[in-house]
């Protein structure tokens, strides 16, 4: 199969007429189920250097949703998941391989609400296996499963019992998958496809635009195209709320650290060896405080939506207007 395929700065949304006069009028709230309900669609990536426990209520504070990383031992994990405040949203992920069943267990025991499946390749048997053990012992659990990058990865996923899916292999920022092993799909060329599928086949999965995310205006379009969330890892890395250490280079600016978790010193520091190094290791410039950073994202989101003349992201989704740009446009 040949196929061509497009990715963020390839489109573009035409401005629209509006009748919204502030823009507090426009709503970029996102239901996870009917009972878990985000003010903003915004989900942070379960990563090392992106989200523990201060991360997550500090996300959660200003409207979207944290997951703590699986980056760690099953003790520690388990005492972040216990450090987060809002019994609801308790999020935490797991692999599908190793200690999984155990530390799936342990977050069980401290709470957890919302559990993230978290692999590179999710559209795999083991995905299915781990799905079917959460729903045989823990079905009040909502699961969040990935990545997949294909409107059949996406259905097989519903399926099999996940209720929001990630969706794009190999574009994230931190990400080498595409180098390493020549894999991978645009995250809006994939999410254009899932919602296709999920019109199509009246899925009810939810789709979690994840990776290669730069900017608002590729959140807008993420959302136009069809997704119900993003998922952010470099946008809101370097923020005070992540893990890590504040860093100073000579000449006194500050940094922290953004680590892919494929990456040779991030799979060092969690399970002190590496093999099949499919992400790099990164510093990025200190970014403030993240209520300055996701304040400054939302009011963009909702100047968006306002381009396109729409009050809520559902009105996004069924007026936007995408054209393709040329490099020269
Ligand atoms: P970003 O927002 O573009 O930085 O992408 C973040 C996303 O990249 C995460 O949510 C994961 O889906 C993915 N990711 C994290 N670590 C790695 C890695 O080491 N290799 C490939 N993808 C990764």
């Not at 497009?6 to 573009?12: A, M, V």
């Not at 990776?211 to 969330?229: C, M, P, Q, R, T």
Request: positive net charge; glycine residues 10%; charged residues 20%.
């Amino acid at each position: 199969m040949k196929k061509k395929v497009k990715s963020f700065d390839d489109w573009l949304l035409v401005p629209q007429y509006s009748d919204i006069k502030s823009r507090k009028e426009i709503d970029i709230s996102s239901n996870l189920s009917n009972d878990i309900k985000l003010n903003i669609p915004i989900i942070s990536s379960p990563m090392s250097t992106v989200t523990e426990a201060t991360m997550c209520n500090s996300i959660r504070k200003l409207g979207g949703l944290g997951i703590i990383h699986r980056y760690n031992s099953i003790n520690f994990q388990t005492k972040l998941l216990s450090y987060t405040s809002e019994e609801k949203y308790k999020s935490a992920a797991i692999g599908v391989t190793g200690d999984y069943e155990e530390r799936l267990a342990s977050l069980v025991e401290a709470g957890l609400k919302i559990l993230c499946i978290d692999i590179a390749h999710g559209d795999h048997i083991l995905m299915k296996d781990c799905i079917k053990h959460v729903k045989e012992n823990f079905s009040h659990l909502y699961i969040i499963a990935g990545n997949v990058s294909t409107g059949e990865g996406f259905q097989r996923l519903t399926d099999w019992g996940a209720n929001a899916i990630r969706v794009s292999v190999g574009s994230g920022s931190i990400c080498t998958t595409r180098i390493q092993t020549g894999h991978g799909i645009p995250t809006i060329e994939a999410v254009f496809e899932c919602k296709n599928f999920k019109s199509k086949y009246g899925l009810d999965s939810k789709i979690i635009a994840d990776g290669g995310i730069k900017n608002s205006g590729d959140i807008v379009k993420s959302l136009a195209a069809g997704a119900d969330f993003v998922m952010l890892g470099s946008m809101l890395s370097g923020t005070k709320e992540t893990p890590g250490k504040l860093m100073y280079s000579e000449d006194g600016k500050k940094y922290k650290a953004y680590n892919g978790m494929a990456s040779k010193a991030a799979q060092k520091s969690w399970k002190g060896s590496y093999s099949s190094i499919e992400g790099v290791s990164s510093t990025v410039p200190y970014k403030g405080t993240l209520s300055k950073v996701l304040n400054e994202i939302s009011s963009n989101i909702r100047s968006g939506l306002s381009y396109s003349g729409c009050r809520s992201i559902q009105e996004l989704q069924e007026n936007a207007l995408f054209v393709e740009q040329t490099s020269f446009s």
